[in-house]
């Protein structure tokens, strides 16, 4: 052995010596209130961590849900046994917990349970067995995950647990460790103000997603009593003729681009009205209205939305050939002879066709970007120029195919049956009004100013100054 390695071997040996001391000791023993579906989940997980883990139960009698290698004894005496207690019950439960005030004293208290109902409480879970333990020191923790979360090993769930407690970082830093040692991902939510929220957030049912949804089906119930009128009704008093069966295809793939355009259109416009008021305040440093905050947080949604219906019509549109009414027609018409092909009208129609295609496909590339195993992989300057840019070059091909779709039918007074319009001409009215807004903000007499605004220069800063001292004298 030479000298050389006889160095390497001391110096491997002192680092193995070194990361010997420096490694984490032995997890130690958690104990959990109850028994129920979430305790034995959690209870089944801290053991395959490593953890120590006793249950506290009303009966300590061991049963065959039980995880093997945890013990169940009285609250008192699992209590006792350590210093981190997860309370896996019900609020309406805890009440046996005012007589374990001693016995808690000075011990972290994690509360998981959620309500039936947001708001349900004036004081948040956490908040009320802070108050009958107050000399724990409680963590709102867990409430996001599920058991089969925990069971199935976080794969295909929620790997988020948000955190709040009453200012106490050691006790937070002890459940925040637990919390990544069992797989999860912690985020640190603040004080124990935060636990309501915290609470409510599980029994929210797509909050981001009821006014885009609830939107598109009002636009699509609208549309189809409009189009049933036009195709189904009028046919049927002037002209006799029963085409009830439109209702199944021909009317929803009517309807399916029509709202797809509108929403898209929607995406778009609250930016718009967002560019106008910050030119007329002349700073960015004023809060929109309520309801324009709102809109522009759901642009993600609604554009989803409108991808959907994007989808069904396109679907709709590639079963028209196969349908039988559309194969009869095709074959019951007597092509003349001395007809020739007309070369206008087949620019016209692969004209729009092609502008469909070539929007449809900037339509899914935006989906695709809003996705958030997309959207993490990307810097913010390429996601605004994808959502941004593209997004109304979109809007702008969506918009010239259906113009194109469209043609001259609408100077035709027979294309208005009972003084209604056909349905794309309504369509066109947003996306309309959208660009030419926009197109009149990029003008440099408005989009310098309006640059410069959204970097910080006001127009008049001790005007809006005074403004915003009113605003606060008035609340107080």
């Known amino acids: 052995m030479t000298l050389t390695d006889s160095s390497k071997m001391e110096k491997n040996s002192s680092n193995m010596i070194h990361l010997t001391a420096d490694s984490p000791s032995k997890p130690e023993t958690v104990c959990i209130f109850g028994t129920g579906d979430f305790g034995r989940s959690l209870g089944q997980k801290m053991l395959q961590c490593g953890y120590s883990t006793v249950f506290g139960s009303r009966k300590s009698q061991t049963s065959s849900l039980i995880p093997k290698g945890i013990e169940v004894l009285s609250h008192a005496e699992a209590a006792k046994k350590s210093n981190i207690i997860i309370v896996a019950i019900q609020r309406e439960h805890y009440n046996f917990l005012s007589e374990l005030t001693e016995v808690l004293h000075g011990k972290v208290l994690v509360d998981v349970s959620n309500n039936l109902k947001i708001n349900q409480y004036p004081e948040s879970n956490a908040e009320y067995l802070a108050q009958l333990v107050p000399g724990a020191k409680v963590v709102k923790a867990f409430n996001t995950v599920s058991a089969w979360a925990l069971q199935s090993g976080t794969l295909d769930a929620s790997r988020q647990v948000k955190l709040s407690n009453m200012n106490d970082s050691k006790a937070k830093e002890m459940v925040m460790g637990i919390v990544r040692t069992l797989g999860l991902t912690p985020l640190d939510q603040g ?9 409510n957030y599980p029994l929210q049912l797509f909050p981001m997603w009821k006014f885009p949804i609830y939107l598109s089906l009002g636009l699509s119930a609208f549309l189809f009593f409009y189009c049933l009128i036009r195709e189904v009704i009028y046919n049927y008093v002037y002209e006799n003729k029963n085409v009830s069966f439109f209702i199944v295809i021909s009317i929803p793939n009517r309807i399916c681009p029509v709202v797809a355009l509108i929403l898209l259109a929607l995406v778009y416009l609250p930016g718009v009205i967002a560019a106008i008021i910050q030119l007329h305040r002349g700073t960015k440093y004023s809060r929109f209205p309520d309801w324009l905050d709102k809109w522009m947080l759901c642009r993600k949604q609604l554009g989803l939305v409108a991808l959907a219906y994007a989808f069904l019509h396109v679907l709709y549109t590639l079963v028209i050939p196969i349908r039988y009414y559309v194969r009869w027609k095709l074959n019951s018409y007597v092509i003349s002879q001395v007809d020739q092909f007309i070369h206008s009208t087949g620019w016209h ?15 899914i590339l935006l989906g695709i970007t809003s996705l958030p195993s997309v959207s993490n992989n990307v810097n913010w300057r390429e996601f605004r120029f994808v959502q941004s840019k593209l997004g109304y070059l979109t809007l702008i091909l969506c918009t010239a195919h259906t113009l194109g779709y469209g043609g001259k039918r609408f100077l035709s007074p027979s294309s208005y049956r009972w003084y209604l319009p056909e349905a794309y001409v309504l369509s066109l009215i947003v996306p309309c009004i959208v660009l030419i807004i926009k197109f009149v903000i990029i003008f440099p007499c408005l989009d310098r100013p309006l640059t410069r605004i959204r970097q910080g220069w006001e127009r008049n800063p001790q005007e809006f100054k005074n403004s915003n001292d009113n605003d606060s004298n008035s609340a107080v």
Do not use: N, P, R, T
């Open 349 to 363: 129609s692969d004209s729009y066709l092609a502008l469909g295609i070539l929007g449809f496909f900037l339509f």
């Open 191 to 199: 004080s124990l103000l935060a636990a309501k929220e915290i609470e």
